[in-house]
């Protein structure tokens, strides 16, 4: 039963993938993003990327030193 | 072969929809359509089956439209007619005070993040896809969504920092006047000039030195005609989801941490008319409401509104009011009230009436002129007519030609020069206006109006006038 819940979401999925990326035709971008902009773009998106990393590691180390108090306890 | 526009089915296209092929908006029999094209048809199914459409209009943050059958205004390459809910006003970012500005700065930021979750993302942030409907920001642009890829970054980034932040910034940190650079500019501010004109101290902004300052850096080392080169750059233009939701959060934080109080004060304090005295200003108020319940007006100018006292008279009646001053202060104070007090009618905006906004963009008619948005049925001209005459030497006859072009009724103040206010505007200059008289007054007004209702003001040596334009 299990695996054909899985098969039926690996179906759904790829449909859905099928519809976004096949179906869906491109609109037309009608603005120049500007390649300084990209530059830019690329940047800071590396930063909030490290910057979100770096948060969920931060929690886990304070759910970890949390969670060994509590065992202490 | 080409048709003329104005011939097709009492059809006129919107001067301002031209750019994005996705569709445009037209006028038929003075009602607003939008013609979605062939080659936006998948996005537009993909916007309203995905459920996004439903949630932004549920939330008020998306104009509401129905699909309407009905002939196209061009067949070719047309696929869906819709009807948008009609905005009573169009206004602009360089007519808007600083919150409003930053309203919907915020507006089209939300509206980015929720897009994300459902699979799609704006592909334009211009500051024109946003106006104010019922007391609050609303975009109007239906098709500004196109389905989100991985990988891509946001192509309306740079538009975003053009359109929003950067006048946010400079008003923010330097001058709440700057906005008047969106009027040179429509494509908005360019961020070499922005970062120039910034303080230094706002290097040490995180949010304004990327945004901006090293945004604008960025775009002089690869401007046209410098292809990138390095291939470590390539790269960088493969932005993760994390990424491109990262960035929209970091524009949203740097927006909403920009600040401005109006006049270095408390809002709330900051206004006050002195000139009167409470009870002259009472009677006032009341002659004003008794005149419009006269007339009934459907739309009302308030020009000179101040921070809108009287404007919410009309507004207060369920009329919709534009509440113009040339004080951003004024202004920004108007706006949090109503705001605050979610007042669905008024609408405060900054204007200059001696030099009023004039027809910009392309063919100087993409973006309307003050004087292309009226006729409106009232305007108010309450203690303006001594700055029109006395600080900027318009001369009765130009005033009365120019309120004629503009209303079918007019409530004016007469303010004599006995009036502490003109005595203050008189004490430093010379007084070379010896028409300056109510006798005078009356004969020019009375060639282009007729002057159905005079009232005292008592406790004051004012006088309130209801005209009515010839005609008519």
Redesign the interface.
């Given at each position: 039963m299990k695996r054909i819940l899985c098969r039926r979401g690996f179906i759904g999925l790829g449909a859905a993938l099928f519809f976004v990326f096949v179906v869906i035709q491109p609109a037309y971008a009608y603005l120049d993003p500007g390649s300084g902009s990209l530059i830019v773009q690329g940047i800071i998106a590396g930063i909030a990327t490290i910057g979100v990393v770096a948060k969920i590691y931060w929690h886990r180390l304070l759910k970890l030193l949390n969670l060994n108090k509590k065992d202490e306890e | 072969m080409i048709r003329n526009a104005n011939e097709i089915k009492n059809c006129k296209i919107s001067t301002a929809s031209f750019?994005?092929?996705?569709g445009f908006v037209f006028y038929r029999d003075g009602i607003l359509y939008r013609q979605i094209n062939d080659?936006?048809c998948?996005?537009y199914k993909?916007f309203m089956d995905s459920g996004l459409y439903g949630v932004l209009v549920d939330q008020g943050m998306l104009i509401p439209h129905e699909e309407v059958d009905g002939p196209a205004y061009d067949d070719r390459g047309a696929w869906r007619i819709i009807r948008p809910e009609a905005v009573s006003f169009v206004s602009y970012p360089y007519e808007w005070c600083f919150s409003q500005l930053k309203d919907a700065a915020l507006l089209t930021l939300d509206i980015q993040l929720i897009a994300i979750e459902y699979?799609m993302c704006l592909?334009?942030a211009s500051a024109y896809n946003v106006q104010f409907h019922r007391g609050r920001p609303v975009m109007i642009d239906t098709l500004s969504f196109?389905?989100y890829?991985e990988g891509e970054?946001?192509?309306?980034?740079?538009?975003f920092?053009q359109h929003f932040l950067a006048p946010l910034a400079l008003m923010s940190k330097k001058d709440v006047r700057l906005n008047k650079l969106l009027l040179a500019y429509v494509e908005g501010i360019p961020l070499d000039l922005t970062s120039m004109l910034l303080p230094r101290t706002t290097w040490c902004k995180a949010g304004l030195f990327?945004?901006l300052h090293?945004?604008a850096?960025?775009?002089?080392?690869?401007?046209a005609g410098?292809?990138?080169k390095n291939e470590k750059?390539k790269?960088?233009?493969?932005?993760?989801k994390?990424?491109?939701?990262?960035?929209v959060?970091?524009l949203r934080n740097t927006v909403k941490k920009l600040e401005w109080q109006p006049g270095g004060t408390e809002w709330g304090e900051y206004y006050k008319d002195t000139n009167y005295s409470e009870s002259a200003f009472e009677k006032k108020q009341a002659i004003v409401r008794q005149l419009l319940e006269q007339i009934h007006p459907g739309t009302v100018w308030d020009v000179g509104g101040n921070t809108g006292v009287f404007s919410r008279i009309s507004s207060d009646m369920g009329i919709p009011t534009v509440s113009y001053d040339i004080d951003p202060s004024a202004v920004e104070i108007n706006y949090r009230k109503a705001r605050q007090q979610q007042e669905n009618y008024l609408l405060p905006l900054c204007l200059d009436l001696t030099n009023p906004t004039p027809g910009l963009g392309w063919n100087s008619d993409e973006r309307d002129s003050f004087l292309h948005r009226g006729p409106v049925d009232c305007i108010m001209a309450l203690a303006l007519i001594h700055h029109l005459s006395i600080s900027n030497n318009v001369p009765f006859e130009k005033s009365a030609a120019f309120f004629y072009n503009l209303c079918q009724y007019l409530i004016i103040e007469f303010v004599p020069k006995t009036d502490s206010q003109v005595r203050r505007l008189l004490a430093s200059r010379v007084d070379i206006f010896q028409d300056y008289d109510r006798f005078t007054f009356e004969t020019v007004f009375s060639r282009f109006f007729t002057i159905i209702n005079v009232k005292a003001i008592q406790h004051s040596e004012r006088t309130l006038y209801l005209m009515q334009k010839h005609g008519k």
């Open positions: - | 750019r994005d092929p996705s080659c936006y998948d996005q993909f699979g592909k334009d196109e389905t890829t970054p946001w192509v309306a980034y740079r538009q920092c990327m945004h090293i945004h850096k960025s775009q002089k080392k690869y401007s410098m292809p990138i750059a790269k960088a233009r493969y932005i993760s994390l990424g491109y939701t990262g960035i959060q970091s």
